[in-house]
T-cell receptor, first 109, second 114 residues
Framework: GQNIDQPTEMTATEGAIVQINCTYQTSGFNGLFWYQQHAGEAPTFLSYNVLDGLEEKGRFSSFLSRSKGYSYLLLKELQMKDSASYLCAVIEGDYKLSFGAGTTVTVRA | IAGITQAPTSQILAAGRRMTLRCTQDMRHNAMYWYRQDLGLGLRLIHYSNTAGTTGKGEVPDGYSVSRANTDDFPLTLASAVPSQTSVYFC?????????????FGPGTRLTVL
């Protein structure tokens, strides 16, 4: 089984920084993904972490602490197009993805 | 075809009817998945297939069946639809089943069961 928690909603201003936290308790751990999903569209890959630490990719960074069962996605220099849902997903021991319910980020001008 | 496609885009279905959602990928990915997405619940795995000829049950398999006759196609069948199966259904595929298992998602099918 799995328990993946992330905030339901966040609001931020254009140009600001937002941090989306994800905590998990899973039976086995083989990595953590972050996906972005715009309304009415399919999820698309943002990042993958399997080792502790920070992975940076342009305006987006993702952090993982395996010992704490914790990850965050950091969105910098927010743009209007970043308004979307952000899904935290954990790969469990059987190599299947388990998703959190998602965090809806609204970027305001 | 480029990537992963699903059909139909949307469907309204009477309860009790049989329905097959189609999914095709042209990336020669070994693994394929079916999810349903409901408000507040996130994506939940229905069935999966690690390779052609094999299938497995996910978190919410009841009322659904799948087959994997070849690498490219992974249809999902609702034998007798019920209103609780109203949802958005996403098909996904990945190259394999290793720990780095990025999944590529199709555009989704919005299904309403009345």
């Amino acid at each position: 089984g799995q328990n993946i928690d992330q905030p339901t909603e966040m609001t931020a201003t254009e140009g600001a920084i937002v941090q989306i936290n994800c905590t998990y308790q899973t039976s086995g751990f083989n990595g953590l993904f972050w996906y972005q999903q715009h309304a009415g569209e399919a999820p698309t890959f943002l990042s993958y972490n399997v080792l502790d630490g920070l992975e940076e990719k342009g305006r987006f960074s993702s952090f993982l602490s395996r010992s704490k069962g914790y990850s965050y996605l950091l969105l910098k220099e927010l743009q209007m197009k970043d308004s979307a849902s952000y899904l935290c997903a954990v790969i469990e021991g059987d190599y299947k993805l388990s998703f959190g319910a998602g965090t809806t980020v609204t970027v305001r001008a | 075809i480029a990537g992963i496609t699903q059909a139909p885009t949307s469907q309204i279905l009477a309860a009790g009817r049989r329905m097959t959602l189609r999914c095709t990928q042209d990336m020669r990915h070994n693994a394929m998945y079916w999810y349903r997405q409901d408000l507040g619940l996130g994506l939940r795995l229905i069935h999966y297939s690690n390779t052609a000829g094999t299938t497995g049950k996910g978190e919410v398999p009841d009322g659904y069946s799948v087959s994997r006759a070849n690498t490219d196609d992974f249809p999902l069948t609702l034998a007798s639809a019920v209103p609780s199966q109203t949802s958005v259904y996403f098909c996904a595929s990945s190259p394999g089943t290793s720990s780095y298992n990025e999944q590529f998602f199709g555009p989704g099918t919005r299904l309403t069961v009345l």
